[in-house]
């Protein structure tokens, strides 16, 4: 008998995920590439000619909720739908965000923000789901280079996604560009739905199922909800697109990262009182908790790629390449192009350094993450210091500080995804893995905030603005590094046998 097909050694139902989110980060990356510069263009352009905090406001925003609404888009699989289902619903609202940005109009434009937003909250966090249950509990170090895997495929996407969707948009047309990332989602729906039978009977039903009777009223609460849901966005949709009330976003930027860590704490505090956990799984909800912030910490400096780093690309880099002008928008496939070169590399090594006894354990590839990030941001540090003499820094130092960035991002986002599967109670694991992308939203906030920082008429002003904001991410990316190498040990002992 034939052995069963496989997806570089691993179960063939990685290939159905690694190509469905393949394709939704084409059209994330695609979109995330020219959304800021689009914000700042000139109405004359094609763009929305905002001001600088303002565009960084809408930006941090926006990152922030694809990434916050995991948390309800994990419950609701848990509960509802299952992952599978909610993979695809998601999918759906995703490309019809898409093709809303294809109409030139302003309201267009926010209802399809809206669509893409409810539409990653469902699928991001229950893919990653569904690729975690591919493996047992006795195939950890396994499970580590399948997420190594799927990640690559996350990056293959993120680097078509600005090549295209990225050129179209700066060059031809902003709502064209949108548009193009939307087919993007489209073609991942229909693979999805084509292979989805290699993925078994994971994640096929919800890890919850009530008898008849409760399950009927919760359909009923959570359609209640939905309703009430629709109607307040679409009524605060019309006030504001009416100009019946005025919305800050700078205002609503800073308080949102408020909420986000108010909520996070209220829903940790949840767990450990009503959540009936074993003192097993608390400790290790507890390390979810500590990993939490570190990883908010990452991503608000890794995230600038889109935000202070495109800006920086575009307005004070010089991008000639054998006499061509590179498109700002292609710079955000760099740290993609790494990716797919190096996380081989990785997945490999982890499971080289396990086979010996010698692999680090989560926490130190964690810190070894931050401070690699931290080197990076000192890269591009030093290159701004050609802009206060007048000088513009050629776009390599913009490689080298995206190298530096991948390697951090490979010690700790797979690694934090598979921690975060590994560590979780059976019955929340789409919950937790919401937490987990909650981290990544309130770094999204963060970095989107910072560009508001990176003013021309203030940088002309004053050209330190611009090294002196880099040395910050340097100082707090890197002191978290060291902090969490220190507190390795007792960290550790809280993971139990998870390593």
Partial sequence: ??????????????????????????????????LILFLRDSIENGGLGLDAKNSAAIYGLYTMFVYLLAMPGGWLADNFFGLRKSVFIGGCFIAIGHFFLVIPTTETFFVGLVCIVLGVGLLKPNISG??????????????????????MGINLGAFIGPIIAGAIGERIAWNLGFGVAGIGMVLGLIQYKLTEKHLGEIGKYPARLPDEAVQQKRDKLVKNVLIAFGITLITLLALGLTQTITINPFFIANASGVIIFVAVISYFIYLFTFAGLTPEEKKKVSVIGILFIFSALFWSGFEQAGSSLN??????????????????????SVNAIFIIALAPMFAWLWVWLANRSVQPNTPTKFSLGLILLAIGFACVAVAAYYITDGNKPLFWWLILTYLLHTMGELCLSPVGLSAVTKLSPKKLVG?????????????????GLIAGGIDDAEIQANPDILPNLFWFVVMTTGIGGVVLLVFNRPIRKLMGNIH
């Fill in 311 to 332: 800006i920086f690309a575009l307005e004070y880099t010089d991008r000639n390449f054998l006499g061509w002008e590179i498109p700002a928008s292609w710079m955000q």
């Fill in 1 to 34: 008998m034939s052995s069963p097909k496989t997806f570089f050694g691993h179960p063939r139902g990685l290939a159905t995920l690694f190509f469905t989110e393949m394709w939704e980060r084409f059209s994330y990356y695609g979109m995330r590439a020219i």
């Fill in 130 to 151: 569904i690729v975690g249950g591919l493996y047992n509990d006795q195939e950890q170090s396994k499970r580590d280079a399948g997420f190594s895997i799927f990640y």
């Fill in 431 to 447: 919950q937790m893995m919401g937490v987990w992308f909650m981290s990544v939203a309130f770094g999204n906030l963060i970095a």
